[in-house]
């Protein structure tokens, strides 16, 4: 995740560290935690660029252009 986030052209500069909360091998499903600097308020910025669907997409979009 931090190679994903961080040479992303959108989120890279905000970009600061991600950790693994939680890990279940049974179900397969992992919780991390993204941490990002954000700037001092600018209009729109945590509507449209800290979007959490908008943070999922750069993810998903970097596993798509792996497939």
Wanted: glycine share 2%; net charge negative.
């Amino acid at each position: 995740l931090a190679d994903v986030y961080s040479s992303s052209p959108a989120l890279g500069r905000y970009f600061r560290s991600a950790q693994v909360i939680s890990f279940s091998n049974e179900s397969s499903i992992v919780m991390y935690q993204l941490l990002f600097s954000v700037p001092p308020s600018r209009e729109g910025f945590m509507d449209n660029t800290m979007n959490p669907d908008f943070i999922r997409n750069i993810l998903r979009q970097n596993i798509y252009d792996e497939d």
